[in-house]
T-cell receptor
Framework: NAGVTQTPKFRVLKTGQSMTLLCAQD?????MYWYRQDPGMGLRLIHY???????AKGEVPDGYNVSRLKKQNFLLGLESAAPSQTSVYFC???????????FGEGSRLTVL | TQLLEQSPQFLSIQEGENLTVYCNSS?????LQWYRQEPGEGPVLLVT?????EVKKLKRLTFQFGDARKDSSLHITAAQPGDTGLYLC????????????FGQGTELSVKP
């Protein structure tokens, strides 16, 4: 049972570099989410998608872009990484609202 | 400013004690969920409440959704060391589709 898979699990970037985090789910879920988790801040919503081809801004979207070209994939891009984007990133998906959110294992990103 | 305010942020208690965690907002939610997260893993759903005033019990855990659907509480009776973890509330904002936001989390430590 793959569930929600995030790649890569760890990445170190230099300021100004770009990268893409990939989230894949095999549960035919409509809704997909990207969150970041920092100490004392809980999970903050970056962007989310309510279906293939749709994206919407969350609470902290600046500096990030997303795409949902295929239903099973949700990509999170950092065009020019900044040290403030050092965080653990979680992807999640669910079939319906208010259904259970299934999370990936997280991706730890460090920007130097 | 966090839309969902969780308190307390940290709680350290002895085995057998009772505790309550609160989740408050000025916004109305169509539903509210509680998740628990272990270190190095993604959060896992504990419960979903959808009706104002609703009370749900899960063994020693009691969840309540406020009458106005702006707040929720989690009460644990006779806490055990196995209850140690990060507890997160998450709300589906009313009339905002699939947008799901989290509180800051409560780090609970139960000592034997």
């Amino acid at each position: 049972n793959a569930g929600v898979t995030q790649t890569p699990k760890f990445r170190v970037l230099k300021t100004g570099q770009s990268m893409t985090l990939l989230c894949a789910q095999d549960m035919n879920h409509e809704y997909m989410y990207w969150y970041r988790q920092d100490p004392g801040m809980g999970l903050r919503l970056i962007h989310y998608s309510v279906g293939e081809g749709t994206t919407a801004k969350g609470e902290v979207p600046d500096g990030y872009n997303v795409s949902r070209l295929k239903k099973q994939n949700f990509l999170l891009g950092l065009e020019s990484a900044a040290p403030s984007q050092t965080s653990v990133y979680f992807c999640a998906s669910r079939y319906t609202v208010p259904g259970e959110l299934f999370f990936g294992e997280g991706s730890r990103l460090t920007v130097l | 400013t966090q839309l969902l305010e969780q308190s307390p942020q940290f709680l350290s208690i002895q085995e057998g004690e009772n505790l309550t965690v609160y989740c408050n907002s000025s916004s109305v939610f169509s539903s509210l969920q509680w998740y628990r997260q272990e270190p190095g893993e993604g959060p896992v759903l504990l419960v979903t409440v959808v009706t104002g005033g609703e009370v749900k019990k899960l063994k020693r855990l009691t969840f309540q959704f406020g009458d106005a659907r702006k707040d929720s509480s989690l009460h644990i009776t006779a806490a055990q060391p196995g209850d140690t973890g990060l507890y997160l509330c998450a709300g589906n904002l009313y009339n905002q589709g699939g947008k799901l936001i989290f509180g800051q989390g409560t780090e609970l430590s139960v000592k034997p």
